[in-house]
């Protein structure tokens, strides 16, 4: 298939509330992960992976990091076919009002769609972690004669009715679709793949239009996607699952984002950020190598640029520029880094201001947290893990779901105890 018939259009997300305070002055897919990497960095290497060189992004809420992200990453030379821009949501004589949905913000983009003359549109969600052959699912959308292709994983039973279900026939035309459905005699009219113990399909909110098509679904009403759009085009399209049986993660809250970013510092993550064959594009920052001063490592993924002093780390991830004091123990925690390395006279002004450096200080005990970029918690601070602790939200910081969150920029003073 000739990829160049392809246009990857990339939804940049709402205002994120459930990632809170994470995406308080950034959108979701800005969002840090893994130490030195952004969740839109996901989607936009699985279409480079694929030949698919023409890519938008549409943005709207907190958008400043992200579109700052995307020109120093996916800057195209003259050389190149494609192109990759950014589609901010804007004011025109023929709508006042910001992106309502997922399919009202792709209406408000038609003109842009229509002149990058694409035969097909594929429809990306920004804040999602997997790696997806989006040639092979474009190719299964012209062979069968589709108008409309949905992503489909297989679920559990359990799992079933916190998606939206869609039922395929036996040449995999989609027949039936329920949201998130509870009601145990629904749930056993929508069984269709041939896993036993997975035998529901979810909608991964990934999606091949003809383009054609897209233009005359988006005519009708309906600014969602998944709610509105796809019931109605089943009703008069023909729409198609692909079923992908990798591993995918929708990462729309503080407990899933906590959960992958840690799975991914075990021996065998079902994510693997190291296929030389497939890498995962970032910003190269240039930054030298971490240095270990004495410290205890297990189970932990570290960024560029990062200074250990006798610390002891366990089952964390520790972002680019981190400083860790003495004698601090680490334990289940994403740390994202910093924007910068203080200078001496920067440090003198902490020591006037009596504020602590960026990074954690020495003599401090962190367990199950977030700590976001360029947070400054100083010595002796006691971050503690209580299972059950109410979800609260303070000046300096956040519990969610028994986590720990705190927010970019945030002061904890010394001997802080949480």
């Not at 999602?128 to 679920?155: N, W």
């Not at 020495?362 to 602790?389: E, T």
Request: hydrophobic share 40%; proline share 5%; charged share 25%.
């Amino acid at each position: 298939m000739d990829m160049s018939n392809v246009l990857g259009l990339i939804l940049g997300g709402g205002r994120g509330t459930r990632l809170f305070p994470l995406t308080h002055e950034r959108s979701k897919p800005a969002v840090p992960l893994a130490g030195k990497y952004r969740l839109i960095d996901i989607p936009m290497s699985n279409c480079f992976h694929a030949g698919i060189d023409k890519i938008a992004i549409l943005t709207q809420f907190n958008s400043a990091s992200l579109h700052r992200h995307i020109y120093r990453t996916y800057g195209r030379d003259m050389f190149t076919k494609g192109w990759v821009q950014i589609l901010a949501a804007e004011q025109t004589p023929n709508s006042e009002n910001w992106y309502q949905g997922t399919a009202d913000a792709v209406r408000k983009q038609m003109v842009e769609i229509r002149e990058a003359k694409a035969e097909y549109t594929l429809i990306l969600s920004g804040d999602h972690l997997y790696r997806m052959d989006y040639r092979a699912f474009c190719e299964f959308h012209k062979d069968s004669g589709a108008d409309v292709t949905i992503a489909v994983q297989p679920v559990t039973r359990k799992e079933a009715t916190g998606f939206g279900i869609l039922k395929l026939d036996e040449n995999h035309q989609i027949v039936e679709f329920q949201e998130k459905p509870k009601d145990p005699a629904v749930l056993d009219g929508l069984t269709s793949g041939t896993d036993p113990k997975k035998p529901y399909m979810a909608s991964m909110g990934i999606y091949v239009f003809r383009t054609e098509t897209l233009f005359e679904l988006l005519e009708t009403k309906g600014d969602d996607f998944g709610k509105e759009i796809i019931p109605a085009a089943m009703e008069t399209h023909r729409v198609m699952g692909f079923q992908y049986d990798g591993f995918w993660a929708d990462i729309g809250t503080i407990k899933s984002f906590f959960d992958i970013n840690i799975e991914l510092t075990q021996e065998a993550p079902a994510f693997n950020f190291y296929d030389a064959n497939r890498p995962i594009y970032t910003r190269p920052r240039f930054l030298p190598g971490t240095i270990v001063h004495d410290s205890s490592l297990q189970n932990v993924m570290l960024g560029d640029g990062c200074r250990l002093y006798h610390a002891t780390v366990r089952d964390s991830v520790i972002g680019l520029r981190s400083i860790v004091g003495k004698e601090t123990t680490l334990n289940h925690v994403v740390m994202m880094g910093s924007d910068l390395y203080e200078t001496a006279d920067q440090k003198r002004e902490n020591v006037r201001l009596k504020r602590p450096d960026i990074g954690i200080g020495m003599g401090s005990m962190i367990n199950y947290a977030i700590i976001d970029k360029d947070v400054r918690i100083g010595k002796n601070v006691v971050i503690r893990y209580i299972p059950d602790r109410p979800d609260e939200q303070a000046q300096n910081w956040t519990a969610s779901g028994g986590i720990i969150v705190i927010p970019k920029g945030a002061i904890i003073p010394d001997g802080t105890v949480l």
